[in-house]
């Protein structure tokens, strides 16, 4: 069977779309060069900030985000994966615009908490305020019985803190320790795991941080992509 060809929507932001790539190269199973597989990637940082636009502070990222998913549609890519949690606002638009798949993120990771944690009612989330804002996991966890628990205004703040004055800005240390307190704090609230839900703060926050559970999406849609580029599993479906 002929191997597909993953395309990266990056540059949201460009350390979140290495990462994603670094990872499809260590979840690939190659001995050789010629064993990896092949990957397109359009790092775009020109792409607007997703969080001002969603909370109206900002121009809409989606006609950007567009250009580049037809970028790579044009470069030859079989299906689409973007690195940013936030830009999943923009999902159904953007998926409508191309002839390939893009595929969900959200979905994937919901899916992943049901099959992994099945008894788990309770998930925090770690994300940008415009992510809380939208809910966007509300819908994709309730369909498994699974109700998100988002930080308080203040905690919120460090989180945003943390992902655009920090990580961002390649501060990995200082972000981290931010990122590891506001974990705790929606721990003490009730979550029973904790979703890294913005690629930033996957970017610091591993299992065993914290005391319960680390979901790191971004991992999972490297696991997925893989899988899927060589034939191991369906292209999934939203």
Same mark, same amino acid.
């Given at each position: 069977?002929k191997?597909k060809?993953? *395309?990266?929507?990056g540059?949201?932001?460009? &350390?979140?779309?290495?990462?994603?790539?670094?990872?499809?190269?260590?979840?690939?199973?190659a001995?050789?060069?010629q064993?990896? $597989?092949?990957?397109?990637?359009?790092?775009?940082?020109k792409?607007?900030?997703?969080?001002?636009?969603?909370? *109206?502070e900002g121009?809409?990222?989606?006609?950007?985000?567009?250009k580049?998913?037809?970028n790579l549609? !044009?470069?030859g890519?079989?299906?689409i994966?973007?690195?940013?949690?936030?830009a999943?606002?923009y @999902?159904?638009?953007?998926?409508?615009?191309?002839?390939?798949?893009?595929?969900?993120?959200i979905?994937l990771?919901?899916?992943n908490?049901? !099959?992994?944690?099945?008894k788990?009612?309770?998930a925090? $989330?770690?994300?940008? %305020?415009?992510?809380?804002k939208? !809910?966007l996991?509300?819908?994709?966890? *309730?369909k498994?019985?699974?109700?998100m628990?988002?930080p308080?205004?203040?905690?919120?703040?460090?989180?945003?803190k943390?992902? @655009?004055?920090y990580?961002?800005a390649?501060?990995?240390?200082?972000?981290?320790?931010?990122?590891?307190d506001?974990?705790?704090?929606l721990? &003490?609230l009730?979550?029973?795991?904790?979703?890294?839900?913005?690629? &930033? %703060?996957?970017?610091?926050? !591993?299992? *065993?941080?914290v005391?319960k559970?680390?979901?790191d999406?971004?991992?999972i $849609?490297?696991?997925t992509a893989?899988k899927?580029?060589?034939?191991?599993?369906p292209?999934p479906?939203?």
């Open positions: 069977m191997e060809v993953i *395309g990266i929507l540059g949201m932001g460009p &350390e979140a779309t290495a990462d994603l790539f670094n990872r499809i190269i260590r979840e690939t199973p001995k050789k060069d064993d990896h $597989l092949r990957v397109i990637i359009d790092n775009n940082p792409i607007p900030d997703r969080t001002t636009a969603i909370l *109206g121009v809409s990222p989606l006609p950007e985000m567009v580049t998913a037809k549609e !044009k470069a890519a079989d299906f994966i973007m690195p940013c949690i936030t999943h606002y @999902y159904k638009e953007l998926s409508k615009s191309v002839k390939i798949p893009v595929l969900n993120m979905e990771t919901a899916q908490i049901n !099959k992994i944690f099945p788990a009612k309770n925090g $989330l770690l994300g940008t %305020t415009g992510t809380v939208s !809910k996991f509300d819908k994709s966890l *309730g498994f019985g699974v109700e628990i988002y308080l205004e203040a905690f919120q703040r460090k989180v945003t943390a992902i @655009y004055d990580i961002k390649g501060k990995i240390l200082e972000g981290k320790k931010i990122v590891v506001v974990a705790n704090h721990i &003490e009730g979550a029973e795991v904790i979703i890294c839900g913005c690629t &930033e %703060t996957s970017l610091v926050l !591993k299992n *065993g941080d005391t559970p680390v979901v999406p971004v991992q $849609l490297a696991q893989v899927v580029a060589l034939g191991r599993m292209i479906r939203v």
